[in-house]
């Protein structure tokens, strides 16, 4: 029975790091290319989850989910051509101030425009409730998040895997001076990438409004839930953050189990020995621009 | 963080101070109040009707001539943090020279302020932490408290819990948020459970910064209770009343703490259970009629507990000015010892017990009306029978002296 238990908790747990993963592989992806952390990243996650309540007021739910990703990814676009261009070769720590300052604008424009005060999000009365498979119990609206987590991935995987895209993408993160050699422009290949990065992020805030709280400082809470993420997993590496990701979401699980106070902390006890054992990350490569 | 906004509001002030100096010293010089709330962090959305309340509250006192002739000039700031919250209530004392302290949500920076007030020997009314030490063991006489103790919050929500049933023979799994308000909390309600002859089969505690609880919601399905209580705070309310609605567990659900704001963010459809309130903006009294219809008025929207109380706080604070002549610490609190009674917009009126400075005063348990029959989206909630009942003391409610260590010696 207590095994049984236990399973469940992983199985949830690798639901949960689906979830991780939509706001973690972008923030990756951005890294890897561009050298930039950028820590403007949960922002973009709130803004999906306002931007989603506001439509869905009027088109519904499932025209808010697929709409303010794409909405938010527009903003992307002229974030990474007004801002983020100017410090892929500066030194990092002006990036960082950047898009840490740009955090902070962006949740008090929220506060400014939505208010301070959380808002209720909903989701179609289909989705509520549970689904008890075999003895395991799930929730219906988590089955199609997963459903839409992996769509997602697949999607990725082969844009960047069996695209001409994608082949510049990779090689521009391991030799963007070869790329350059090539006569290749990585820029609008950036300006892709961080339109991508910031579109699923928005989905998964988005996604996430019916089921967490929405609130101003909602960007400010993820933020290092994916950066700990992608730390483990290892920069430039795909399935990198997918095992991380999936991980992170066990662990907890896990750890609830049996040391419930402890639940929060868990993903950090486990950055630091991974950290110990692999400083590259799980599945990290060598980037010779980093070293 | 706190840097960058503290650079800007310094900014700000040196601005002010260069644009408008003929201003200083017409007169005779207003009265200044320090004001700490939390504006950002997890109690931000609450420290912000707060201040709603207490501005409305001091346009209308300054509207109506002042106190002693004087306008009342109240300096709102963000109390960020227990640590901030300190050191801002030092220099609100020391350089701007307030008159005394008010406000605060937060239990933790409330305890700092309560030290800083009474280093100053200035008095601190405390309006919006909950926590029972602040008004037990490590009580101070320099300090008053507006907002209900937990104790109050549970036998709020535990009698309605008793008439429903779901105590008596029942087996109860526990929530509870892992901090000082949590804790305590938590103690509070397993002594009524227990009391009533209820079993604690669980008790989990979980972070503060907690936003998934689907691992606890599979715990509980394993537990298999007859009732699930939740003793979390802020953020964390709201978070696990939508992912238990999201999960359709069978189990009713009660809590002891959630703001009427968390509740009207989770959401008619979301919220079920049976919660606790120290006041509601559907109150009929004609007190609290006129104050909802005139901050709906001036904001557009229901007031929320949080600027009720801050509202009403001044309000006591004006009185006991007015009443003292004065403005000196030692009359204040002499005022307020006397047991002095105050209108808080309620049935019965308050007054403070001279033994723990604690605010005595009605509460309330609410929980949610049937489907359909809310009339817009902050109507969906159902208030119940003020507690204690009208034949009874108010006291009757709070923590007795035998089970309150609080002495001011």
């Not at chain 1, 895997?161 to 006569?183: C, E, N, W, Y």
């Not at chain 2, 004392?93 to 302290?101: C, N, S, T, Y």
Request: net charge positive.
């Amino acid at each position: 029975m207590q095994f049984l238990f236990l399973l469940e908790q992983v199985v949830n747990g690798l639901v949960l790091g689906g979830y991780y993963l939509l706001i973690a592989l972008g923030l990756s992806l951005i890294f890897s290319v561009g050298g930039v952390v950028n820590l403007a990243h949960g922002a973009f996650y709130a803004l999906g989850a306002y931007v989603s309540l506001e439509i869905a007021k009027h088109l519904g739910f499932g025209a808010a989910a697929a709409l303010s990703p794409v909405a938010v990814a527009v903003l992307g676009i002229l974030f990474e051509r007004y801002i983020l261009r100017r410090f892929y070769n500066a030194d990092p720590i002006l990036s960082l101030l950047v898009t840490f300052g740009l955090a902070l604008v962006a949740e008090q424009a929220i506060r400014m425009i939505w208010g301070a005060a959380p808002l209720p999000a909903f989701m179609p009365a289909a989705f509520k409730g549970n689904v008890v498979l075999g003895d395991f119990l799930f929730s219906r609206y988590r089955l199609f998040l997963l459903a839409v987590v992996a769509t997602v991935l697949a999607g990725l995987w082969l844009l960047l895997h069996k695209t001409s895209f994608g082949r510049v993408v990779r090689a521009g993160i391991q030799r963007p001076d070869m790329v350059a050699a090539l006569g290749i422009r990585l820029q609008p290949y950036m300006t892709t990438i961080v339109m991508l990065g910031v579109g699923m992020a928005a989905l998964g805030g988005a996604l996430f409004a019916p089921i967490a709280m929405v609130h101003p400082a909602m960007g400010a809470e993820i933020i290092t839930v994916a950066f700990v993420v992608v730390v483990i997993g290892g920069l430039g590496s795909f399935w990198g953050v997918v095992l991380a990701a999936l991980l992170v979401g066990v662990v907890r699980g896990i750890t609830i189990h049996f040391v419930p106070a402890a639940g929060e902390a868990s993903m950090y006890v486990l950055m630091f020995l991974v950290l110990i054992f692999r400083p590259r990350g799980l599945l990290g490569e060598r980037i010779e621009k980093f070293e | 963080m706190t840097n960058r906004r503290d650079v800007l509001k310094a900014g700000a002030a040196g601005a002010a101070v260069l644009g408008f100096p003929a201003i200083v010293g017409a007169q005779s010089a207003p009265i200044k109040i320090g004001h700490l709330t939390p504006l950002t962090g997890f109690l931000g959305a609450l420290g912000e009707y707060a201040v709603m309340g207490i501005k409305m509250a001091t346009d209308e006192i300054n509207a109506a001539g002042g106190v002693m002739g004087r306008k009342l000039d109240v300096m709102s700031e963000d109390s960020v943090n227990p640590a901030t919250a300190s050191t801002k209530a030092q220099r609100m004392l020391e350089q701007d020279k307030v008159e005394f302290l008010m406000g605060e949500i937060n239990s933790a920076s409330a305890q700092t302020i309560m030290q800083v007030a009474a280093r100053h020997k200035k008095l601190f009314l405390q309006i919006g932490a909950r926590s029972d030490v602040l008004r037990g063991k490590n009580c101070n006489k320099y300090t008053f408290h507006v907002d209900i103790p937990v104790t109050v919050m549970v036998n709020a929500a535990g009698q309605a819990l008793l008439r429903d049933g779901l105590i008596k023979g029942k087996r109860v799994f526990c929530l509870t948020s892992d901090y000082l308000f949590g804790h305590d909390l938590s103690k509070a309600a397993k002594a009524f459970i227990t009391a009533n002859g209820g079993t604690v089969i669980g008790d989990e505690l979980t972070a503060t910064d907690t936003t998934d609880f689907s691992p606890f919601l599979l715990k509980i399905r394993q537990a298999k209770p007859d009732l699930v209580a939740t003793n979390l705070g802020g953020n964390q309310v709201t978070n696990f009343v939508k992912q238990y609605s999201e999960f359709g567990l069978p189990y009713p659900v009660a809590g002891f703490n959630l703001n009427t704001a968390d509740a009207w963010a989770a959401g008619e459809g979301n919220l079920a259970g049976i919660w606790p309130t120290v006041w509601h903006h559907e109150l009929d009294t004609p007190g609290s009629k006129a104050f909802v219809a005139e901050f709906r008025k001036r904001y557009g929207k229901p007031p929320e507990n949080h600027a009720w109380i801050e509202y009403v706080s001044l309000k006591i604070m004006a009185q006991a000015m007015n009443a003292t002549k004065s403005t000196d610490t030692d009359k204040l609190i002499a005022y307020f010892e006397s047991q002095a009674e105050f209108d808080l917009l309620k049935a019965r009126k308050g007054y403070f017990r001279a033994w723990d400075h604690q605010l005595i005063q009605e509460a309330y348990p609410f929980t949610v009306k049937p489907k359909g029959q809310a009339k817009d989206k902050w109507d969906f909630l159902a208030f119940g029978a003020a507690v204690p009942a009208a034949n009874q003391p108010l006291e009757v409610i709070n923590p007795p002296k035998d089970q309150n260590s609080c002495s001011f010696a």
